[in-house]
């Protein structure tokens, strides 16, 4: 069974920065796509990041594009998702999730294991 434990959200101003960090543990990240997604309260779970099992291949929705930046430490098994510029718009839950399978997906049902979620809260 893999475990995933999402750390580094808080309170942040506009225009800020945070990194959020998803350790692994159970089962190595190697191999496995892994993404970031967040869920703001009334709202769907969408992704906002997203990268293959061998990092060449990275998807960002537009609204994230150019702000947020994935990557992957597989000897630490550990993901991250480097957030700037943040505005008021992302705040909520992020959650780490992993699939099974090496190729990059999008959407929810897609992925196999995921985190509890850490939030993100913005202040303007």
């Known amino acids: 069974q893999m475990q995933l434990v999402e750390s580094g959200g808080g309170l942040v101003q506009t225009g800020g920065s945070l990194r959020l960090s998803c350790a692994a543990s159970?089962?190595?990240?190697?191999?496995?796509?892994m993404g970031w997604f967040r869920q703001a309260p009334g709202k769907e779970r969408n992704i906002v990041a997203a990268m293959d099992w061998s990092g060449r291949s990275i998807y960002y929705p537009d609204s994230v594009k150019g702000r947020f930046t994935i990557s992957r430490d597989n000897v630490k098994n550990t993901v991250y998702l480097q957030m700037n510029s943040l505005a008021p718009e992302d705040a909520a839950v992020y959650y780490c999730?992993?699939?099974?399978?090496?190729?990059?997906?999008?959407?929810?049902?897609?992925?196999?294991?995921w985190g509890q979620g850490t939030q993100v809260t913005v202040s303007s």
């Open positions: 999730a992993a699939r099974e399978e090496p190729g990059l997906m999008t959407t929810v049902r897609e992925y196999d294991h």
């Open positions: 159970g089962r190595t990240i190697s191999g496995r796509a």
